[in-house]
């Protein structure tokens, strides 16, 4: 029996820890952890001007929380708009998601098998589908012949015309 040759696996990547990536992404965006900050110090102020019933100051701080918010979001939307496609996360190809060692790209018979479920997945998907809207259509005609068989005139022998100022109750 031969065996079929396995590729060399690439050279794992640095594992990095949780306190390392949050200083990357403070150094990547800082507008959106001041933003959070900012609004966080409105929402406190806030809350001390509703214990000491300062309707006027509560007001204020209420809408420098919302401002602020706003703020925080239009950050965070530049910064991933701004963000360069090299500091982006790396994704595998046609984003199939492949779970794979954390640290690691996923290896190529990975991505393959994922993109074949992938793609079997759409195949049963679409044949459902197809299927559905078959019973839909046969459905659709069963009503639409019942409803025609409802509507449509009998024999005049069947069905006599009304006559005003008479009705069917016999006295």
Excluded: H
Excluded at 3 to 31: G, H
Excluded at 50 to 59: A, E, H, M, P
Excluded at 85 to 114: H, I, Y
Excluded at 141 to 158: D, F, H, I, M, T
């Amino acid at each position: 029996m031969s065996q079929v040759p396995v590729p060399p696996s690439a050279p794992a990547a640095p594992v990095e820890l949780p306190k390392d990536k949050l200083w990357r992404k403070l150094k990547q965006e800082p507008i959106v952890p001041i933003g959070c900050l900012a609004t966080c110090g409105a929402l406190l102020w806030a809350s001390y001007a509703l214990r000491k019933g300062d309707r006027k100051n509560f007001q204020i701080a209420l809408r420098w929380r919302v401002g602020l918010q706003g703020l925080t979001v239009l950050g965070a939307v530049a910064g991933m708009l701004l963000l360069k496609p090299g500091e982006a996360a790396q994704s595998t190809p046609e984003s199939v998601k492949v779970a794979s060692v954390p640290g690691r790209p996923p290896t190529n018979r990975q991505v393959e098998k994922a993109s074949a479920d992938q793609d079997t997945a759409r195949a049963e998907f679409a044949q459902r589908m197809a299927e559905a809207e078959e019973k839909e259509r046969q459905r659709d005609l069963a009503e639409k012949e019942a409803v025609e068989k409802l509507l449509r005139p009998g024999p005049k022998e069947q069905r006599p015309r009304p006559v005003f100022g008479q009705d069917r109750r016999t006295f």
